[in-house]
T-cell receptor, first 113, second 115 residues
Framework: AQTVTQSQPEMSVQEAETVTLSCTYDTSENNYYLFWYKQPPSRQMILVIRQEAYKQQNATENRFSVNFQKAAKSFSLKISDSQLGDTAMYFCAFMKLSYKLIFGSGTRLLVRP | DTGVSQNPRHKITKRGQNVTFRCDPISEHNRLYWYRQTLGQGPEFLTYFQNEAQLEKSRLLSDRFSAERPKGSFSTLEIQRTEQGDSAMYLC?????????????FGPGTRLTVL
């Protein structure tokens, strides 16, 4: 069975600084997808960024980028130029071809003004 | 609003009562998923549909839980004889059918409190 581990329950960063959230996963699959989702307080979950396992190039979406290390089964999220609106719970998630998402326990990120 | 909608947004019930939640997916999406999220945890997969067919059910979905998606449009999740351990946020998501990856779009959730 696949598992996703987020070892940082809470993180804090100063506005405009850079922060990295960690995620490790366990799978015997070779083809899969990895995601970071954002869940702002009392608002719905939205996709931040995704990575296909067969792609060696790390995904980037504006201020968000990932460091995907397939052999190490590591998938960290870097947020550059942090903004107050980035304050949220961040979930790392895994999906194989069955399409269901397997989430980690989340990291609560606070961006301080 | 053309996103995923869920009703009700909040439900408070007494232990032993039955409750039913509704999810309306994005109209052109034929895959629909249910997840459960307890406080301080990530969502856990419950079940998913492709059109009206329920293709996978988690072991978390005990015999007190049933989900339907008649006609492949909206879906309902019913919990019979609710227990305090059923208190959670129930999330619905939908995605279009296609080869490979398709993004799942989440609804706002239904928060269930069992007293």
């Amino acid at each position: 069975a696949q598992t996703v581990t987020q070892s940082q329950p809470e993180m804090s960063v100063q506005e405009a600084e850079t922060v990295t959230l960690s995620c490790t996963y366990d799978t015997s699959e070779n083809n899969y997808y990895l995601f970071w989702y954002k869940q702002p307080p009392s608002r719905q979950m939205i996709l931040v960024i995704r990575q296909e396992a067969y792609k060696q190039q790390n995904a980037t979406e504006n201020r968000f980028s990932v460091n995907f290390q397939k052999a190490a089964k590591s998938f960290s999220l870097k947020i550059s130029d942090s903004q107050l609106g980035d304050t949220a719970m961040y979930f790392c998630a895994f999906m194989k071809l069955s399409y269901k998402l397997i989430f980690g326990s989340g990291t609560r990120l606070l961006v301080r003004p | 609003d053309t996103g995923v909608s869920q009703n009700p947004r909040h439900k408070i019930t007494k232990r032993g009562q039955n409750v039913t939640f509704r999810c309306d997916p994005i109209s052109e999406h034929n895959r629909l998923y249910w997840y459960r999220q307890t406080l301080g945890q990530g969502p856990e997969f419950l079940t998913y549909f492709q059109n009206e067919a329920q293709l996978e059910k988690s072991r978390l979905l005990s015999d007190r839980f049933s989900a339907e998606r008649p006609k492949g449009s909206f879906s309902t999740l019913e919990i019979q004889r609710t227990e305090q351990g059923d208190s959670a946020m129930y999330l619905c998501a939908s995605s279009p059918k296609g080869r490979g990856y398709n993004e799942q779009f989440f609804g706002p959730g239904t928060r269930l409190t069992v007293l």
